[in-house]
């Protein structure tokens, strides 16, 4: 049984954390918060036992103050776990790795830190068997794990891709009320934006460009993508669509006939198939939007940002661990593991 320590239980903590106690080869040793707040009653009533951030001993005491048990600070909880999955906001990766090397821990980080951090990046699809037995990883962000869950298919199918998008990214988190824009459309003006640059983290083969907007909603990103295949790449949009069906976490859904033209319709989508807090792990596919034109593949996805990295990092853990070598393998046992957790 792999011990799993969450290091920050908020948006993407509390949500691996679920994933990992609905796994059997793995559970959640501990987790921690910077401080009592609201959160700290979910993780009391899943019984995850509660630490502190800190090892200072005035901040780990002021849990007993508003009647929670902290079980003391993250160095303690280190020394209990095989593994630690880090979902602390990020920017802190550089200061948390030096906690992780010196407790001698593997870890995994979030998409909001570098690539350099740890020098490999993961999607389950894209490098599952790069990472085995490595001492550390970063799971890439919502988006380039958008990304790679279709434009990985089609280089696996015909190599030799090239991909220009645009990121239409969300303002905030549906929880988060100090981001924006809240009336404007604000580009990310950093050209080309890291999306791009991130896939070819995991897969180099892929060359790749993007652009990013923020618009003024919580619900999800989409992607608008134009990808030039190889000569004589054999494809077909129909073929194309697929192969994309036969991938997982990857949904193709007829927006048109089933009624969901925009991304609210997906979220209520999520909702009326039972996914707690409404998550949708795998990526939305259009399908009447798919088009390929010659040389040119057109499509848009949507990619719900709270949660389609969270299978992810069970299979990073597994990978970390050297548990498991096959990438499929290991997403069917997560994702099935999950959705009887949930009920579904």
Known sequence: MIKVAINGYGTIGKRVADAVDAQDDMEVIGVTKTGPNFGCQLAVKKQYPLYCTSDEEEKINLF????????GGITKLLELADIVVDCSPGKMGKMNLEKYKGAGI?????????????????????????????NGARVVSCNTTGLSR???????????????????????????SQRGPINAIKPVLKVPSHHGIDVMTVKPE?????????????????????????????????????????QPRVIVMNGTENRIPTTAEVMELSRDIGRKWGDLHEIFVWEEAVSLKGNKLYYFQAVHQESDVIPENIDCIRALMGTNSDWKNSVSITDEAISRYNGI
């Open 64 to 71: 007993s103050e508003q009647g929670y048990i902290c079980h």
């Open 106 to 134: 593997k870890h995994i980080f979030q998409g909001g830190e570098k690539h350099e951090l740890t020098g490999l990046s993961y999607t389950s699809c894209a490098n599952h068997k790069a990472a085995l037995n490595a």
């Open 150 to 176: 279709t434009l990985v298919p089609l280089h696996d199918n015909c190599e030799g891709i090239s991909v220009e998008c645009t990121m239409i990214r969300r303002a905030a988190d549906p929880g988060d």
């Open 206 to 246: 892929i060359k790749i460009n993007s652009l990013a907007v923020a618009v003024p909603t919580t619900l999800m990103h989409v992607h608008s993508l134009v990808v030039e295949l190889p000569p004589n790449h054999g494809l077909t949009t129909e073929s194309v669509i697929k192969l994309w069906k036969e």
